[in-house]
């Protein structure tokens, strides 16, 4: 089936400083792909929406200049969370609609655990 | 908008007896439901989906749902639940433009033996 290969899978960093995720579609192209934030026992929150060659749609709230994203190829697609604070500690998740579409559901990544100290 | 509403938080069950997750939607259109099962530190599965047509849909796991459009709900059952069940599920629904998935607030479910 497809799959969405999301790495890293933890990363811990320091304040002030960037981090990059990185979510690829092993077996599907996915001209979209899309990114939540997860906070505990809670659950996911939609925060944009990356498309290949185009700039991405941020949902309401999302600041796009610190949650950077980046679908360079079809298979590959990036946030990068600048200037990352303790309060951006968080699960993030990527997903993509699987080879048949969305109706058919959602293909998601295993998760990024980023804890910023 | 569309919207789900999961109504419990919690469920804790005890191992083989059956359990039932609620969902319940609102929309003013033509809606397409999902389950998804997310396990500790892991993605999220899909369970099952309701599209169209029949209302009872069958999934993974021996999981279950039932779109009742009269009653807004898409609700999950499984008759007899294992252990390795005890995992957050999430409901959600295919937002009007057809481009992402709303998701519910999830309810974790605690099978022990």
């Given at each position: 089936?497809a799959v969405v290969s999301q790495h890293p899978s933890?990363?811990?960093?320091?304040?002030?400083?960037?981090?990059?995720?990185?979510?690829?579609?092993?077996?599907?192209?996915?001209?979209?792909?899309?990114?939540?934030?997860?906070?505990?026992?809670?659950?996911?929150?939609?925060?944009?929406?990356?498309?290949?060659?185009?700039?991405?749609?941020?949902?309401?709230?999302?600041?796009?200049?610190?949650?950077?994203?980046?679908?360079?190829?079809?298979?590959?697609?990036?946030?990068?969370?600048?200037?990352?604070?303790?309060?951006?500690?968080?699960?993030?998740?990527?997903?993509?609609?699987?080879?048949?579409?969305?109706?058919?559901?959602?293909?998601?990544?295993?998760?990024?655990?980023?804890?910023?100290? | 908008?569309?919207?789900?509403?999961?109504?419990?938080?919690?469920?804790?069950?005890?191992?083989?007896?059956?359990?039932?997750?609620?969902?319940?939607?609102?929309?003013?259109?033509?809606?397409?439901?999902?389950?998804?099962?997310?396990?500790?530190?892991?993605?999220?599965?899909?369970?099952?989906?309701?599209?169209?047509?029949?209302?009872?849909?069958?999934?993974?796991?021996?999981?279950?749902?039932?779109?009742?459009?009269?009653?807004?709900?898409?609700?999950?059952?499984?008759?007899?639940?294992?252990?390795?069940?005890?995992?957050?599920?999430?409901?959600?629904?295919?937002?009007?433009?057809?481009?992402?998935?709303?998701?519910?607030?999830?309810?974790?479910?605690?099978?022990?033996?």
């Amino acid at each position: 089936g497809a799959v969405v290969s999301q790495h890293p899978s933890r990363v811990i960093c320091k304040s002030g400083t960037s981090v990059k995720i990185e979510c690829r579609s092993l077996d599907f192209q996915a001209t979209t792909m899309f990114w939540y934030r997860q906070f505990p026992k809670q659950s996911l929150m939609l925060m944009a929406t990356s498309n290949e060659g185009s700039k991405a749609t941020y949902e309401q709230g999302v600041e796009k200049d610190k949650f950077l994203i980046n679908h360079a190829s079809l298979t590959l697609s990036t946030l990068t969370v600048t200037s990352a604070h303790p309060e951006d500690s968080s699960f993030y998740i990527c997903s993509a609609p699987g080879p048949q579409g969305a109706l058919h559901g959602y293909t998601f990544g295993s998760g990024t655990r980023l804890t910023v100290v | 908008a569309q919207s789900v509403t999961q109504l419990d938080s919690q469920v804790p069950v005890f191992e083989e007896a059956p359990v039932e997750l609620r969902c319940n939607y609102s929309s003013s259109v033509s809606v397409y439901l999902f389950w998804y099962v997310q396990y500790p530190n892991q993605g999220l599965q899909l369970l099952l989906k309701y599209l169209s047509g029949s209302t009872l849909v069958k999934g993974i796991n021996g999981f279950e749902a039932e779109f009742n459009k009269s009653q807004t709900s898409f609700h999950l059952r499984k008759p007899s639940v294992h252990i390795s069940d005890t995992a957050e599920y999430f409901c959600a629904v295919l937002n009007q433009a057809g481009t992402a998935l709303i998701f519910g607030k999830g309810t974790t479910l605690s099978v022990s033996s």
